[in-house]
């Protein structure tokens, strides 16, 4: 009997492989040099050049040594073997010698001219530039009490730039600054890649100092309210590009508000309408590479022209092409120009980048008639695009970009043959092999970020991938339509709505779940643990296989894990404790505390700085029913968690104090009530409240015709509360003018079991106050390390002078109270790990 080559024994089929051209061993000879240039790069980009001059010379020379040698052992008649590991070697040498190269010569962009020197005398300027990418509005972050404004930031060239008389041209990439709201937003908003500005604003050095890592020189701040003088418009191509944007986001004004939000950053990556709820519950469930526009989306367009990729050199070729009766070469043109197309309209970014630089060499290969292997394909991409631009050598979208797709070419067949022997379906078998690879060598990276790991990223994805093909498909045809039939491109949108809906819906319900992520330690050493216990689960998951009593053993385990019974969950980490009255969140700087009022029902005060910190402890707490919030004040570290509060809840109605300032903290508690549709009440002075053994009065502020307070601290909702026997004050912010405002009020205070301590265990306290209320434990909400210096060691001795035990979220993390009297417990749930 003839033995059959070996690649159609690796065909597995029993008359092999049918097409076996096109298999056998890899070519991965573009690796090494791929990797070479990309590590040069991402080492040189931020070294001086002194540094990049001397790297790119030795490994020059290195370069040049080997291949003497081996010319010289050609000469003495040398085996051709080792001149081949010689010329491998070198040519790894000399693309890291290119990276080098032009790392160098672009890091050189950031101290060349007189920009570098004007940021760092925060010189105001006149600068030309042309922008070079599309504005983008910074997410709100809480620092302190209070909400750091939100900016448009896009990114430009400096042409010129004239300070005083004067004047330079250079060219120099800074990062522009722009105010988010007032007149002149929209028209920032509006600007198109091309577009040349004249503006006049205030340079500063980019965060990290010059260079800092980041490939801009400087930081140009415009001052609120100037518009963008436009003194060069954009060119055909990118108006083009813009308009089929904006029609596609004209088609989908009518859709359900997810869909609307989030297929325009299906299809073109434009995620101006996503909320930061939504975008959170993406990174929850490790589906943002959804929104950050991805090879699929390229892919699947370029599945539709040419077929699957082992058709594509086929004479049944698959796709719309050959039933239009394109030739193959002008098959592989028009692919091509749908390429640069799609780089176009939705911009260069590290992930479609990659994509495109793959699909141009795999058409290229298509149209020359060369074989055609996409691990070679990858390599080059890599290489060509670390030359172009070395900043990508150290951009985490890259790299997540390209070890995905390394995992899908590579881990992914392997692992779909190794479940069909298995009995999987073949189809299900390779969903989840290429859900579990590239999850598998992305989830380290993205520990190492976010210092998180996702229990559900690999069936949230699963579910979702069903979706993303005719989300996307749709979603280009609606692009396409809308500059020609409005009507055609709205009902495309539609169609598109649905699967983009069920996106977004998969995303919400996985992120809700109690598990759905864990801490993880940050930092490279975070990654690197990551990657040793998925290499251990990948050995341990490869022999589990063979017995199905233990995969379904540890498969329940993990459904466990992520789901959370409080029941199983209180057994094994003891918190909270069965019976809990009261409990103080851990949500870094600021407050959140919530009183029990019967089974998986509380009344919550103050919702902290952060909502998915607020939402973990309240499904920790097992929470699903809020009767009340209340708001003490309207400072940022009481009320921009109370998205977070709403989330998945029923809540029946949110109060707050009658001083409504901060006067944007206050409109957004009016948006985000309106939004849920929970009513919006201020607290009555004196007001008293009781839902089942729990009640409460509002101590402060105080009733007319005493003076409204004028400072928010001073105008917290302080509460007077009993739980069964167990009583507590819970103070809010008050400054000691008011804690002494509060005692001549109500000369009969009673002590109290409970106390919150005001503004975070602030040295500004009113001894008087303490020693009437002398509580038998004091709790304290503050963040850990944080600049203020809370809680201040003279508050904490006053406290446990006066025969209080103090803990303080900081340090103990959540606290949870129990009992009352003698029997007042309070158990800590121990600190959330450092990130």
């Not at 690796?10 to 492989?17: D, E, I, Y």
């Not at 040519?91 to 032009?102: D, E, K, P, V």
């Not at 019976?579 to 019967?598: H, N, T």
């Not at 509060?742 to 602030?762: M, N, Q």
Request: charged share 15%; aromatic share 4%.
């Amino acid at each position: 009997m003839t033995r059959r080559p070996a690649v159609h024994v690796a065909s597995g089929h029993r008359l092999g492989a049918s097409d076996p051209w096109q298999e056998g061993p890899a070519d991965l000879r573009l690796v090494p040099p791929a990797l070479a240039a990309w590590a040069a790069a991402s080492v040189t980009v931020g070294a001086s050049g002194r540094w990049a001059a001397g790297f790119v010379v030795v490994c020059v020379g290195v370069a040049a040594g080997l291949l003497m040698v081996r010319a010289w052992r050609e000469r003495r008649g040398a085996a051709v073997r080792r001149g081949l590991s010689v010329t491998a070697v070198a040519a790894a040498l000399l693309c890291a010698a290119a990276g080098a190269t032009s790392a160098g010569l672009h890091a050189a962009d950031l101290h060349r001219g007189p920009v570098p020197g004007l940021a760092r005398q925060y010189a105001q300027v006149t600068v030309e530039l042309t922008v070079t990418s599309d504005a983008r509005t910074t997410r709100p972050r809480v620092h302190g009490d209070h909400t750091l404004p939100t900016s448009l930031v896009l990114n430009a060239d400096i042409t010129r730039v004239t300070r005083a008389t004067v004047s330079s041209a250079v060219r120099t990439p800074v990062l522009v600054i722009a105010p988010a709201r007032g007149p002149a937003a929209a028209r920032w908003q509006r600007l198109l890649p091309s577009t040349g500005l004249r503006l006049t604003g205030r340079l500063a050095p980019p965060a990290g100092g010059s260079g800092g890592g980041k490939p801009v020189a400087a930081v140009l701040r415009v001052p609120d309210g100037e518009p963008p003088k436009t003194v060069r418009p954009p060119t055909a191509v990118q108006r083009t590009a813009g308009g089929l944007r904006a029609g596609l986001r004209e088609a989908t004004d009518g859709l359900a508000p997810d869909a609307r939000a989030l297929l325009p950053g299906l299809v073109v990556g434009d995620t101006s309408r996503v909320p930061p709820e939504l975008h959170e519950a993406f990174e929850a469930t490790d589906l943002t590479h959804l929104l950050a526009v991805s090879g699929s989306n390229l892919t699947i367009i370029l599945i539709l022209l040419i077929g699957p990729p082992g058709t594509a050199l086929r004479a049944e070729r698959g796709g719309i092409a050959p039933r239009l009766g394109i030739p193959l070469r002008a098959t592989a043109l028009l692919g091509g120009a749908l390429t640069l197309a799609f780089v176009v309209v939705c911009r260069p970014e590290p992930s479609v980048l990659r994509a495109a630089a793959c699909g141009l060499i795999t058409l290229l290969a298509i149209g020359t008639g060369r074989r055609r292997q996409l691990i070679p394909a990858l390599a080059a991409a890599v290489l060509l695009l670390v030359l172009y631009d070395p900043w990508l050598a150290r951009s985490y979208g890259f790299l997540l970009s390209v070890l995905a797709t390394g995992a899908l070419l590579i881990l992914g067949p392997r692992w779909s043959a190794a479940l069909r022997r298995r009995g999987v379906p073949p189809r299900l078998a390779e969903v989840l092999a290429a859900a579990a690879a590239a999850q598998a060598v992305c989830a380290p990276v993205v520990a190492m970020m976010a210092a998180r790991v996702s229990l559900v990223a690999i069936p949230c994805n699963l579910l979702a991938e069903f979706a993303v093909a005719p989300a996307t498909v749709l979603g280009f045809a609606a692009l396409a339509a809308a500059p020609v039939a409005m009507p055609l491109a709205e009902l495309l949108a539609r169609c598109a709505g649905w699967p983009a809906g069920w996106i977004a819906s998969v995303a919400r319900t996985g992120a809700a779940l109690p598990g759905a992520e864990v801490d993880w330690p940050g930092g490279w050493r975070g990654g690197l643990l990551l990657a040793a216990v998925t290499a251990v689960a990948v050995f341990v998951a490869r022999r589990l296989l063979r017995h199905p009593w233990l995969s379904a053993a540890c498969a329940l385990l993990l459904v466990l894990a992520i789901l959370r019974p409080a029941p199983l969950t209180r057994i094994i980490t003891g918190w909270p404790p069965p019976g809990w009255r009261f409990a103080m969140c851990d949500i870094g700087q600021g407050d959140a505390s919530v009183l029990a009022a019967g089974e998986g029902t509380a009344v919550v005060v103050d919702a902290g700085p952060d909502p998915q910190q607020v939402d973990r402890c309240l499904r920790d707490l097992g929470v699903t029913r809020v009767p009340l919030v209340l708001l003490t004040h309207f400072h940022a570290d009481h009320v921009a968690g109370l998205p977070g509060v709403l989330r998945g809840r029923s809540v029946g109605e949110i109060r707050t104090t009658t001083l409504q300032e901060p006067l944007e903290q206050s409109a957004f508690v009016r948006r985000t009530a309106a939004a849920a549709g929970v009513p919006l009440l201020a607290t009555a002075p004196g007001e008293r409240r009781w839902i089942g053994q729990l009640s409460w009065r509002a101590l402060w502020p105080p009733p007319f015709p005493a003076p409204t307070p004028e400072e928010p601290n001073d105008a917290s909702v302080t509460l007077l509360v009993r739980s069964g026997a167990l009583t507590l004050l819970l103070l809010g912010d008050l400054e000691p003018p008011a804690q002494r405002s509060l005692l001549r009020a109500h000369p009969i205070l009673p002590p109290v079991d409970v106390l919150k301590v005001a503004h975070h265990g602030s040295a500004y306290q009113d001894p008087a106050l303490l020693a009437r209320a002398r509580p038998r434990l004091a709790v304290v909400s503050c963040g850990r390390d944080n600049p203020y210096g809370h809680p201040s060691p003279r508050t904490l001795t006053a406290l446990r002078t006066g025969g209080a035990t103090v803990l303080r979220t900081d340090t103990d993390g959540a606290i949870a109270v129990t009992g009352s009297g003698p029997g007042l417990r309070a158990v800590p749930a121990g600190p959330e790990p450092a990130r």
